[in-house]
Every structure is written in structure tokens, then in C-alpha cells.
């Protein structure tokens, strides 16, 4: 008989083949498991393409450091996020992500220390139950007057004595908080408790520009997903077809792969190409016309493909203009990322980029280059 060890519990011999089943990214691979992710389709299809799916474990843990980096560069005691794509970077956590955005009830607070609490809607604690990179999960963040009324000032009140309380504990006398966006009265109910506060976009972008080896391994395994619905798209891309009818195709495949939204609907066919962000509407697209759009696209991971496409309909010949057109725009694409290189400047980049021909350069896009990442992220040149 065994002997119980004086440093353990239980000398019991674990069955490599009872413990919890893994999916290649760490999370658990149970069918009723909360929490979203790609599903069996996609992975099959990284797996063909000889794509790493990322470590989740190793990837939040590199994006709390990133925060904490940058909350102890700029000195602040701690960062408050209601952007839910910033509560998604410190905590990976999700719930009903588009519709907080315009009602914001979810928020979360990271110390320079790294303590981690968020906030999130009534009765959903168990949606990040998952993650013990959440230190504590609480209600009541939102203030706001479609939940709040009249008493909008009285919750902002409330809301901001539990941060304070939080400063106090973690903040080793620091007052100075960084806030990435608040309702006024959240704002003001802050300051009047003597709270320094200061722009956390700072933080955040800052903190998400770079990446790390796993938020790469995400970004092209989110990539890959969105160019096989891409691929569906231009397979079933035929005259008689509504503009609307081929960018169902598009959210179809990204749900089917486990990806969550898509930012907005820009995709157009024939003069509805130009000027450019007209969005996509039922116009029947014709044989010989062109068909653009751009995905905005938010994946597998929350992680955005930000890609655009030009094709033409039909198996006819593209016309003169077309054919130049598009020669002036694959011209520029390329050699401005030939130009680019580790170490570069974005006044240097700029400086040196091949720009739009003058006689396109009324219709000229808003940027040459943006960073990526849970969505179109700093820098903007």
C-alpha cells in the first residue's frame, strides 16, 4: 500500500485518459462547455492548411502583461474599460458584445499590480467562470439613463465608491486612473472622490499595437477563415444576384467557423463602386460588373480580417478602363508594402509612400495603412 506523502493530499495515480479533453487552442473540448471558439470546421481546416491554432492561456496571460506594462510606464494605478474590445483584451471574456456597445453595462478594472475585476450583466457570472485570469466578477456598471432613469447619478455614485475602494487596495497610494470611456456622470461621480483620471486609449492602444506570438497564431488562423468564406463568395458570385444575397455569404461562412460580427456592410457592385462606402444593398448585380467590398470582418477570436476584394462578375473580358484602373491600384498596394520594414517611422512610411494618382485622389481612401488586431486598431497613417 501506497504511503500518503507528507506535501500532497493524495499519492493517486492519475489516468492520462481521464483527464479533460483539449481542443488544439487549450480551451475544453466538452460540446456544452460556455464559452465560444472556433468550431470543428475551422480547425480541421487550419490543420490542412498547416496552421498553429494559439495557446488562450498563453495569450491572455501576454495581454495582461501588455496593459500592466504600460500602466506602470505611464504611472497610472489602474485602467477602467467599457470599449468591450478592450474588456475582451484584458479578459477574454464576451457577452452580447455588439449590443454593449451602445448600452454600456459590462466594464472591468485592471491594477498595475495586474488584479483583474469585471463587471457584467445580472446573472452572468458563469460566462467567465472559465477564466481565473478574472479575479472577481460583479454587477453594476451601468448608469446609464435606458436602465439608470433618474437615478443615473446615484448608480454612478455607487459604481464609483467601488472603485475608489479598489485604488485604495491595489493602487499602494497611487489615485492617478486611466478610463478608456464613461458616461458623464460616471466621470464626475469619480473626480468627486478625489480620483486623478486620464485617457486610457493611451493604455490600451498602445498595449495592443504589439503583439504577441500567440495573437499572431490567432490572426492567421482568423485570416484563413475568412479568406475560405471569401473564396465561397467569389464560387457563388454570378449576374442576377442581389449585392445583399452574396454578402449573406460572407456572415453565413463566418458564423459557421466560429467567428462573431461583421463591422460593417460595405459591398457594391457596378456604379455603386464608386464613390466608395456606399453599403450593400438588393441592387441585381449585372454580367461585366465589378463587385467590391471590404470584410471588416470580426473572426474566430474576436480577432478582425480587415480585407478587400475586386472581381468582376461574369467570365467575360474586363474593359480598358477597368483593366487600367485596377493596374494604378495593384501599382500602389504593392510598392508600399515593399517600403515597409521593422524600425521604419510612420512619418518616414508615410513620406515615402506611393500615393493615389492625382486624378483618383478626390476619392481617396482616409489612410494608407492602420493596425489590426480585435479590430482596426492605432496606429492610423
Not at 485570416?223 to 465561397?232: G, P, R
Not at 491600384?329 to 521604419?344: K, W, Y
Not at 481612401?365 to 496606429?379: I, K, N, R, T
Request: aromatic share 8%; hydrophobic share 35%.
Amino acid at each position: 500500500m501506497d504511503t500518503i506523502s507528507a506535501y500532497t493530499t493524495s499519492n493517486r495515480k492519475i489516468d492520462p485518459s481521464r483527464r479533460p479533453r483539449s481542443k488544439p487552442d487549450g480551451s475544453p473540448d466538452d460540446n456544452n462547455r460556455v464559452e465560444i471558439g472556433p468550431t470543428a470546421l475551422a480547425f480541421e481546416a487550419w490543420a490542412k492548411a498547416g496552421l498553429e491554432a494559439p495557446n488562450l492561456e498563453a495569450m491572455r496571460q501576454y495581454r495582461l502583461q501588455r496593459i500592466v506594462g504600460e500602466l506602470r510606464k505611464h504611472d497610472y494605478a489602474g485602467l477602467l474599460c467599457f470599449d468591450p474590445l478592450n474588456i475582451r483584451y484584458v479578459t477574454d471574456t464576451t457577452n452580447m458584445q455588439l449590443w454593449v456597445t451602445h448600452n454600456p453595462s459590462r466594464a472591468c478594472f485592471v491594477s498595475a499590480d495586474g488584479y483583474v475585476v469585471l463587471w457584467d450583466y445580472a446573472n452572468c457570472e458563469h460566462l467567465s467562470a472559465h477564466l481565473p485570469i478574472v479575479r472577481e466578477v460583479r454587477t453594476g456598471a451601468s448608469f446609464f439613463y435606458f436602465v439608470s432613469g433618474d437615478r443615473v447619478g446615484e448608480h454612478a455614485a455607487r459604481f464609483a465608491g467601488e472603485i475608489d475602494d479598489l485604488l485604495k487596495s491595489h493602487g499602494g497610494g497611487n489615485r492617478r486612473l486611466a478610463i478608456d470611456r464613461i458616461e458623464p456622470e460616471g466621470l464626475l461621480a469619480l473626480r468627486s472622490l478625489g480620483i486623478e483620471t486620464f485617457q486610457g486609449q493611451v493604455v490600451s492602444e498602445l498595449a495592443r499595437a504589439i503583439k504577441g506570438p500567440d495573437d499572431i497564431k490567432a490572426l492567421k488562423c482568423a485570416v484563413h477563415s475568412c479568406e475560405i468564406a471569401m473564396h465561397e463568395m467569389q464560387r457563388q458570385l454570378r449576374a442576377g444576384m442581389s449585392e445583399n444575397d452574396l454578402w449573406s455569404i460572407l456572415h453565413a461562412e463566418n458564423i459557421r467557423h466560429g467567428g462573431e460580427w461583421i463591422e460593417t456592410r460595405i459591398l457594391a457592385s457596378g456604379p455603386r463602386t464608386n464613390p466608395w462606402f456606399q453599403e450593400c444593398g438588393p441592387r441585381i448585380i449585372q454580367e461585366g460588373d465589378i463587385v467590391a467590398f471590404d470584410t471588416d470582418l470580426i473572426g474566430v477570436y474576436g480577432m478582425c480580417c480587415d480585407i478587400s476584394r475586386t472581381w468582376l462578375c461574369g467570365d467575360g473580358e474586363p474593359t480598358p478602363e477597368q483593366k487600367r484602373v485596377y493596374r494604378h491600384a495593384h501599382e500602389q498596394v504593392h510598392s508600399n508594402l515593399a517600403l515597409l520594414r521593422p524600425g521604419m517611422g510612420f512619418r518616414e512610411f508615410t513620406e515615402k509612400a506611393n500615393l493615389a494618382p492625382q486624378e483618383f485622389r478626390h476619392n481617396r481612401y482616409g489612410v494608407l495603412a492602420h493596425g489590426v488586431g480585435l479590430c482596426d486598431e492605432y496606429p492610423s497613417l
